[in-house]
């Protein structure tokens, strides 16, 4: 399984936009790279999903650099509501195993 | 849409005691998971199920049980509590699927605590 890097922590202002980094410099070729978050006393949650290029969806934005060594979720605007830990997951092709880390843990100010 | 449903949501148990935990999902999935977060923690993985009848270990299988006999059901026991069980327990489950997916649903959780 790739390793992956995430901040601990970040912070952001309601209504900026948000970028959530992850340093996956292992990955394999068939390894696609999954968001999953977990807001507070709450399951996690999927984000988005992407293997090579950029992707959007009506959550968020995923961004792959072009070695696909790390990848960069987008929020466009931020609102409390997102204020969760967020979890970026390489994930081989029809793989049943989802890995967790540690996470980036998002606090968005009023 | 029920989804993934979870059963119970907390509980206490004693030193020793034995416990089932219960997953129930309605959305016709082939696998399903069980895993296990700690205060502060990321969630990890302790056993899983590619499908009726199968299971494998995850990250931390030992202390835990599991038995998928149904379908849509997935099981977790604890045969004897150890307080090093304490410890928030979430059940999911997804599809096959290629192109990146299958996407998993999660459920609430069930907190538990060991004394």
């Known amino acids: 399984d790739a390793k992956t890097t995430q901040p601990n922590s970040m912070e952001s202002n309601e209504e900026e936009p948000v970028h959530l980094p992850c340093n996956h410099s292992?990955?394999?070729?068939?390894?696609?790279i999954h968001w999953y978050r977990q807001l507070p006393s709450q399951g996690p949650e999927y984000v988005i999903h992407?293997?090579?290029s950029n992707v959007n969806n009506r959550m968020a934005s995923l961004a792959i650099a072009e070695d696909r060594k790390s990848s960069t979720l987008i929020l466009h605007r931020a609102t409390l509501r997102d204020a969760a830990v967020y979890y970026c997951i390489p994930r081989m092709d029809s793989s049943y195993k989802l890995i967790f880390g540690s996470g980036t843990r998002l606090l968005v100010r009023p | 849409n029920a989804g993934v449903t979870q059963t119970p949501k907390f509980r206490v148990l004693k030193t020793g005691q034995s416990m089932t935990l219960l997953c129930a999902q309605d959305m016709n999935h082939e696998y399903m998971y069980w895993y296990r977060q700690d205060p502060g923690m990321g969630l990890r993985l302790i056993h899983y199920?590619?499908?009726?009848?199968?299971?494998a270990k995850g990250e931390v299988p030992d202390g835990y049980n599991v038995s998928r006999l149904k379908k849509q059901n997935f099981l977790l026991g604890l045969e004897s509590a150890a307080p090093s069980q304490t410890s928030v327990y979430f059940c999911?489950?997804?599809?096959?699927?290629?192109?990146?997916?299958?996407?998993?649903?999660f459920g609430q959780g069930t907190r538990l605590t060991v004394v």
């Open positions: 992407g293997l090579t």
């Open positions: 999911a489950s997804s599809y096959p699927g290629t192109g990146g997916l299958p996407e998993a649903f």
């Open positions: 199920s590619v499908g009726e009848g199968t299971t």
């Open positions: 292992t990955i394999s070729g068939t390894d696609y």
